[in-house]
């Protein structure tokens, strides 16, 4: 069964951290660029964080450049983002998902992901 499922959200004070895990079955990550989204209540979804396939490069949307980082670990089948120095306002509904067509120059175009996993929730409140 190909799925996605993310875990490691949870709740924590402004300024902590916390790691995200994406981890696939039924295929193999490193073949396939790799996003995070997320939505928080009555706002769109919105691009987090993109790695390409492969040894591929990454980007990061304004919000959180320099407070988290994208990485692949191929030996657990896992993309993992590491978020630092968290704010209320990345409160929200992480979500991962996974395309094989090259997300440069427009990661964050969701049409293009063909799998998706089921969010997982962080809160970030004092």
């Known amino acids: 069964q190909v799925q996605l499922v993310e875990s490691g959200g949870g709740l924590v004070q402004p300024g902590g951290s916390l790691v995200l895990s994406c981890a696939a079955s039924g295929f193999s990550l490193d073949e396939y660029a790799i996003s995070w989204f997320r939505q928080s209540p009555g706002k769109e979804r919105e691009g987090v964080s993109c790695i390409r396939r492969g040894r591929g490069g990454t980007m990061y949307a304004g919000s959180v450049k320099g407070r988290f980082n994208i990485s692949r670990d191929n030996a657990k089948n896992t993309v993992n983002l590491q978020m630092i120095l968290l704010k209320t306002e990345d409160t929200a509904v992480y979500y991962c998902?996974?395309?094989?067509?090259?997300?440069?120059?427009?990661?964050?175009?969701?049409?293009?992901?063909?799998?998706w996993g089921q969010g997982t929730q962080v809160t970030v409140s004092s």
């Open positions: 998902a996974a395309r094989r067509s090259d997300p440069w120059p427009d990661p964050w175009e969701e049409d293009e992901y063909e799998f």
